[in-house]
Nanobody
Framework: QVQLVESGGGLVQAGGSLRLSCAAS????????MGWFRQTPGKPRDFVAV????????YYADSVKGRFTISRDNAKNTVYLQMNTLKPEDTAVYYC?????????????????WGQGTQVTVSS
């Protein structure tokens, strides 16, 4: 069982930056690939970024490539999402997710554990 708690969301102006954190419980954090997703009202939850369990590989949605960076610290059981050059269309609730396995995963259905989400609002 893994419990995930996101933090770091807030209100920022377009062009600004935020860093989201996701703290995980348990002693097997390094066994899990970690993903970030986002969702706006009335729309499906969309993939944003993922990092493999060892941190050696990352993958991003085209909409955030070059602006967002996912990283992890397995000693702290934490995954991060550094978001730069934010745009109003990045406004959403951001969720972190975990699943065990050696690869990276980009679909909602592939993840077993989810956090409660953190709101990111980018004003124009």
């Amino acid at each position: 069982q893994v419990q995930l708690v996101e933090s770091g969301g807030g209100l920022v102006q377009a062009g600004g930056s935020l860093r989201l954190s996701c703290a995980a419980s348990g002693r097997t954090f390094s066994s899990y690939a970690m993903g970030w997703f986002r969702q706006t009202p009335g729309k499906p939850r969309d993939f944003v970024a993922v990092i493999t369990r060892g941190g050696g590989s990352t993958y991003y949605a085209d909409s955030v490539k070059g602006r967002f960076t996912i990283s992890r610290d397995n000693a702290k059981n934490t995954v991060y999402l550094q978001m730069n050059t934010l745009k109003p269309e990045d406004t959403a609730v951001y969720y972190c997710a975990a699943r065990s396995g050696p690869s990276y995963y980009t679909e909602v259905r592939q993840y077993n554990y989810w956090g409660q989400g953190t709101q990111v609002t980018v004003s124009s």
